[in-house]
């Protein structure tokens, strides 16, 4: 496939280094705080690409980190570190700030479809691997140590700056403006790979023991020891969104290279933004919008995927609730569509004429993901193949084909398929959970395995699915 690759800024034709498997690496999400449609968007993005991996025939073994320690509220080493932050709002411990919000994107991906990565792995559970990194950098003399941390040095890393096309020069000047923190960095643009826990973090709650002393690790190093541990020194892809490229990114690249010796990433992927109505999302603007919002008004989490795969991820995209409302009639049709003909019996042979069109529609959608993935193009091919006159099973088939890589849950469109039996002790197992009524709840579930169907539960609602 052809793939835009924001090192090179060009669409590059895409070759895994080992043909039998694609090693992938996802920024995860910084759990402080709820996931929103933005994230939302993201992950799906990388999903579309995930999958559109696999459909190509090729194995991927994915790897997405959850940061829940050592991410400041600017990138750049300033203010205090945004767990921290969000447990003295909330009141709560740190830890349990990460695994609610951690569990609550957890289920957001579920809802969304977005597929686990294989290994899903913990910044906090990963402390010894950084402290290796940072040795290793320590010993080739690119590091040094101040009264507040330990910083990497990047004039010693002379391609900094490569991905976002910043001259190591002028980012040095531009940096000169920022307000720095901390007086005893050389230069501004450098960044800590460790924090000790003194001066502002000196009551910072998680920290570890380190030849540098008690503290706790910069955002940017864990991404590369975990990446590094899991899919080896050099990887063919890296995804994030593009606020990561001229900082966290760049960082990943001067760590991870400088230790090394050799390439970090060999294709890095970036999606943009999404703005809603316009503006950026933030509680302040009340545009907030989390997918318990849309599971509120009856809005499939399906019909946010559909009406993402309309803009191309390299694209800004501006949600407005016009769109999702005709996001979710044009998913509800696709429903329908599946349910009425998976109802027709009709096993007729395809024509010739008909076997042509199959393969032209194949062809196209092909052709669409596998150009740096033009999903608006491979949807707008789903609704041609819907709208034309192939007979039943066959249309279905190419249906279903295409949604192992859309992703949007076609196969299981019978809502309703479930007895009225099963469908009543579903609701009372809801209600049950609402009150928190765990005993009440487990026993409904087990009555309704008995019945043949399995529940799963996802962001507050549940789906019944045929043993
Ligand atoms: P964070 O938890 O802020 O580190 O974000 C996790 C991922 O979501 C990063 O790759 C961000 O680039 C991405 N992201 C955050 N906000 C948005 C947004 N409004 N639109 C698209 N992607 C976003
Ligand atoms: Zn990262």
Redesign the pocket.
């Known amino acids: 496939m052809d793939l835009y690759n924001t090192l090179t800024k060009k669409i590059e034709h895409f070759k895994p280094l080992n043909p039998d498997v694609v090693t992938l690496y ?8 709820y ?5 939302m ?3 799906i993005n990388d999903d579309i690409l995930k999958r559109t991996l696999e459909y190509l025939g090729l194995k991927v073994q994915h790897v997405m980190n959850i ?1 829940d320690v050592g ?1 400041l509220v600017s990138d750049k080493d300033g203010g205090e570190d945004k767990l921290e932050k969000g447990a003295k709002k909330s009141g709560k411990t740190v830890w349990e700030v990460a695994k609610f919000y951690t569990d609550f994107f957890t289920e957001t991906m579920e809802a969304v479809n977005v597929t686990a990565p294989e290994i899903l792995c913990k910044a906090t559970d990963h402390i010894p691997d950084m402290l290796t990194l940072i040795k290793k950098l320590e010993e080739k003399g690119y590091t040094y140590v101040t009264k507040e941390a330990v910083y990497f040095d990047i004039s010693k890393f002379p391609s900094y700056g490569k991905l976002s096309g910043q001259k190591l020069e002028d980012k040095i000047q531009g940096a000169r403006d920022e307000v720095i923190v901390d007086a005893d960095k050389k230069n501004p643009a450098d960044f800590a790979v460790w924090f000790k826990r003194v001066g502002r973090f000196s009551d910072h709650t998680m920290h570890w023991d380190s030849p540098w002393g008690d503290g706790f690790p910069g955002w940017h190093i864990e991404c590369s020891a975990m990446s590094m541990k899991y899919l080896g020194e050099t990887i063919d892809i890296h ?6 490229i001229p900082v966290h990114h760049e960082n990943e690249i001067a760590q991870s290279e400088a230790a090394t010796g050799k390439e970090f990433v060999r294709y890095w992927v ?6 809603i109505e316009g503006r ?2 933030s509680k302040g603007l009340g545009n907030f919008l989390t997918i318990k919002d849309f599971e509120d008004k009856k809005i499939d989490p399906q019909s946010l995927r559909l009406l993402f795969l309309q803009t191309h991820y390299r694209q800004q ?1 501006n949600f407005t609730w016009d769109a999702v409302s005709a996001a979710q009639e044009a998913y509800k049709k696709l429903q329908e569509t599946v349910i009425s003909l998976r109802h027709e019996n009709s096993r007729s042979l395809l024509s010739a004429e008909k076997l042509e069109k199959v393969d032209d529609f194949k062809g196209r959608f092909m052709n669409a993901i596998s150009t740096d993935l033009q999903m608006p193009q491979a949807v707008a091919v789903l609704f041609e193949t819907i709208k034309s006159n192939i007979p039943a099973p066959g249309k279905l088939d190419l249906i279903l084909e295409f949604d192992k890589v859309l992703g949007l849950r076609l196969l299981d469109s019978e809502p309703s398929r479930a007895p009225d039996a099963v469908l009543s002790l579903a609701e009372l197992r809801q209600k049950a959970r609402l009150v928190k009524n765990w005993k009440k709840s487990d026993e409904l579930r087990i009555a309704i395995e008995k019945k043949g169907y399995i529940v799963e539960d996802s962001s507050g609602t549940y789906r019944l699915k045929k043993k």
């Open positions: 996802t920024c995860g999400p910084t759990v402080y705080d996931t929103h449609l933005g994230h968007r993201k992950y940061t991410h995804t994030g969104g593009v606020d990561h970036h999606s943009e933004f999404l703005q950026k999302m995209m």
